[in-house]
């Protein structure tokens, strides 16, 4: 059984100011030649829900992570608690190949008792260094492999166990065998590069300290991570193959890896192309289905799992992010950048033992700070300013990091414009200003590349944040299990333990009242009370591309959504 899935392209070429940059897409046209065949060493590998001994990868259902039985029809199995198991994942290392591929068999050498299930995701390493999402290898039968199609030619593969069990005995792999064709003959297209798919979700805290997400990272306070609703972007621990950039509608940004999955569903990858989705093909692009339940009914009113929303979530922020860098001290709509889907040079950042490093919105030291990014996380790169000591690289408008904050030096940057000032920096004395141009727009106009408030655009990158949207907090609790403060007794059953009292002084999170906060004056930098809708964050700034609004006042909303984990 064969499933393809596109995901968008990233280059590791410079950006040409003159016009858009094209690049060489290898395109198969056969495969005539032997293909190379290797069993991954399973001791190797890495994750959570797995352990392996004596060269077998067993489950482990102590530190599996929640997530959908899937009956191999695309759809979910039942809608009862059933249907929602524990899972294991375990990243195989990876495999050079010599010729570049675009298909793979996997076979698996496995018992699955009754109740349980053995697979593979497959992705593969492109020619410009970016890894294409995890493809689930669809159904898996002892003895018969199994084939998925990369969306373009790579030259390093690695694969991905997943187990589920609902009882005992559990499941386990003795062995896995890949197998990768060449990709042939092939010829040059030419490709332009593109932004990364951009859209305004409704965003909610992750809290959960002390837990393990989904890719076996152990939560810490004001950690730095968010959550997307499909594994086909989840990065594993401690790297950032998947990285996105957040805004919140206060201008304030930041980038980070996404180490787990959720909220509410585990296979939404609302950001692809609808029929490129692994479920709910029926939605636009950049719809989540939790946003369309929520608000439309979609699918009965209910997630994947049968469960109502309590809020329309399309992503998860790990606390850090969600206080202390952005400043939000409810849930609310943010503008997301996800980043693997362009074509933009990214490089990782080295925070040298701390969470993250400052944005500065002038490429020199102790200008204003502008966001975050946090550690290991991939960022966009664009130019260098300055040289030595004082080099900054220029991530996009106002946005800059000094050159030392990467893990490696991103080699071969062009210089920022010299003629032009630098984002954020004062104009040059000379010539004199002219006087203003009729053709510039007003500062209530939109951008003529403002993306429609009514329909999302899949590739306009965020310029700034989205537009206020904060639900009221006050109503009753939910199924969910975090409150965007700690304290707020509508967590539910499953609430969170271990969370801080109260945040440190940042200036960006509630007191622990008991209730959601909804009187006093926000301080400076942070979004507003949480008491009426639009309250949550500052307004957003002319020009901001929002994408379809999906905020809506909430009763008990400030609830991160169990979507089945832990």
Same mark, same amino acid.
């Given at each position: ?32 030649e032997p293909g190379t065949t290797w069993q991954p060493d399973l001791g190797g590998g890495n994750g959570t829900g797995v352990v392996v001994t004596d060269g077998t ?14 009956d191999g029809s695309g759809t979910e199995a039942s809608a009862d608690p059933t249907g929602v198991v524990p899972t294991g994942l375990l990243t195989l290392p990876p ?100 932004? %990364? ?124 992010? $969600? ?68 080099? $900054? ?6 946005? $800059?990091?000094?050159?030392?904050? $990467? ?6 940057? %062009? ?45 306009? %990158? ?55 906060a909804t009187t006093g004056a926000p301080e400076a930098g942070a979004p507003g009370s949480t008491g009426t809708p639009g309250s949550g964050s500052a307004p957003a ?26």
């Amino acid at each position: 059984m064969r499933r393809i899935t596109r995901t968008g392209m990233r280059g590791i070429g410079l950006l040409v100011a003159t016009g858009a940059l094209c690049a060489a897409t290898v395109v198969p046209a056969g495969a005539a030649e032997p293909g190379t065949t290797w069993q991954p060493d399973l001791g190797g590998g890495n994750g959570t829900g797995v352990v392996v001994t004596d060269g077998t990868a067993r489950f482990d259902a102590a530190t599996a992570h929640g997530a959908p039985v899937d009956d191999g029809s695309g759809t979910e199995a039942s809608a009862d608690p059933t249907g929602v198991v524990p899972t294991g994942l375990l990243t195989l290392p990876p495999r050079s190949l010599d010729t570049a591929t675009t298909e793979v068999d996997a076979t698996l050498e496995a018992d699955t008792p009754a109740g349980s299930t053995a697979s593979i995701d497959i992705r593969g390493r492109r020619t410009d260094g970016a890894w294409t999402e995890w493809i689930p290898a669809g159904d898996i039968t002892p003895g018969r492999p199994s084939t998925v199609d990369l969306p373009a030619a790579s030259r390093e593969v690695q694969g991905r166990v997943v187990l589920t069990s609902t009882g005992s005995p559990a499941p386990s792999v003795r062995g896995v065998t890949l197998s990768a064709a060449p990709a042939g003959a092939t010829e040059a297209l030419p490709e332009v590069e593109s932004a %990364p798919r951009s859209y305004s979700v409704f965003a909610t805290r992750e809290g959960l300290v002390g837990g393990t997400t989904a890719n076996g990272h152990k939560i810490v306070e004001r950690d730095r991570f968010v959550a997307l609703p499909s594994r086909r972007a989840l990065s594993p621990d401690g790297k950032s193959d998947y990285s996105v950039k957040v805004c919140a509608p206060n201008g304030r940004c930041a980038f980070a890896p996404v180490w787990d999955i959720g909220p509410w569903n585990t296979k939404d990858d609302y950001w692809n192309p609808s029929p490129e989705r692994q479920m709910w093909k029926d939605l636009p692009q950049g719809r989540p289905q939790a946003a369309a339940a929520f608000e439309d009914g979609h699918n009965g009113g209910n997630d994947q799992f049968g469960r109502r929303p309590a809020n329309p979530a399309g992503i998860d922020l790990g606390d850090g992010i $969600f206080w202390d860098v952005l400043g939000l001290k409810d849930n609310s709509q943010v503008q997301v950048d996800y980043l693997w889907t362009g074509s933009q040079r990214l490089s990782a950042i080295s925070a040298e033992g701390a969470p993250d490093v400052e944005i500065l919105a002038e490429p020199r030291a102790g200008a204003e700070v502008v966001g975050t990014a946090a550690d290991t996380a991939d960022v966009p790169v664009e130019c260098v300013h300055g040289t030595g000591d004082d080099a $900054f690289v220029k991530l996009g408008e106002r946005q $800059f990091l000094p050159l030392s904050s $990467f893990a490696e030096a991103p080699a071969g940057l %062009p210089g920022c414009d010299a003629g032009s000032p630098p984002a954020g920096g004062e104009p040059p004395a000379e010539p004199a200003p002219a006087a203003p141009s009729s053709t510039e727009p007003s500062p209530t106009q939109s951008s003529p590349t403002q993306s429609s408030p009514t329909q999302p655009s899949p590739t306009q %990158p965020s310029t700034g944040a989205p537009a206020a949207a904060g639900p009221d907090s006050g109503g009753p609790g939910s199924d969910g299990r975090d409150a965007a403060g700690p304290g707020d007794p509508t967590g539910g059953p499953e609430a969170a333990t271990g969370e801080p009292e109260a945040p440190a002084a940042s200036g960006a999170a509630p007191a622990d009242t008991g209730a959601p906060a909804t009187t006093g004056a926000p301080e400076a930098g942070a979004p507003g009370s949480t008491g009426t809708p639009g309250s949550g964050s500052a307004p957003a700034t002319p020009g901001t591309p929002t994408g379809d609004s999906q905020a809506a006042v909430i009763p008990g909303s400030a609830q991160r959504a169990p979507s089945g984990h832990r």
